[in-house]
């Protein structure tokens, strides 16, 4: 679905480039993914240093942004257990323990006891954390929208729908961002 206000041969980039020298290169290969996919790696890198900015402004690291996130999303009163913690952020115990330290040493997070579980602890997303995160997502949405903004309603939406396709073999059962 082109964008018919722009003639597609003004729709040039550096991948268009890539593709025709290895066409020439190597006529006997099918090479339509690199069409796409190297296009997705680049529109990567510029959303990777798009976040980054984001999450700089409030000082803030992705990995600690994606664990204030998971707790925002979790929806009053803001807590998860460190397992939960785990699965929404795909990593190892042993690291969790020292994100939620160092969160908690900058009053981002704090513990609390598990109700009905003496031994389980609760992270919790402080006050300050929430004005942080909800800061930092909101510059995050900002910079997202930017960077859609060429495309209209329907090209979003068609988007939407093949990356989604494309997505669906390697479904997790966490949420991120």
Do not use: K
């Not at 190892?92 to 031994?119: C, E, I, K, Y």
């Not at 995160?133 to 960077?147: C, K, P």
């Amino acid at each position: 679905m082109a964008n018919p206000s722009v003639p597609q041969q003004e729709l040039q980039d550096e991948v268009d480039g890539l593709v025709a020298a290895w066409r020439q290169q190597r006529p006997d290969l099918d090479i339509s993914p690199m069409e796409v996919l190297s296009r997705v790696t680049r529109l990567a890198h510029h959303l990777d240093r798009r976040r980054r900015l984001a999450f700089s402004a409030h000082g803030l690291e992705a990995w600690e942004f994606d664990v204030l996130a998971a707790l925002r999303r979790a929806g009053a009163p803001y807590q998860l257990s460190p397992g939960q913690l785990l699965r929404e952020t795909m990593v190892t115990s042993g690291t969790m323990t020292n994100r939620v330290d160092r969160l908690a040493a900058r009053g981002l997070v704090g513990r609390t006891d598990q109700p009905g579980d003496r031994r389980g602890v609760l992270v919790t997303l402080t006050e300050a954390g929430q004005a942080t995160v909800d800061a930092a997502f909101s510059d995050l949405m900002n910079a997202e929208h930017a960077i859609l903004a060429g495309l209209p309603a329907a090209e979003h939406e068609f988007l939407t729908a093949c990356l989604r396709r494309l997505l669906a073999p390697y479904r997790e059962t966490n949420g991120s961002v």
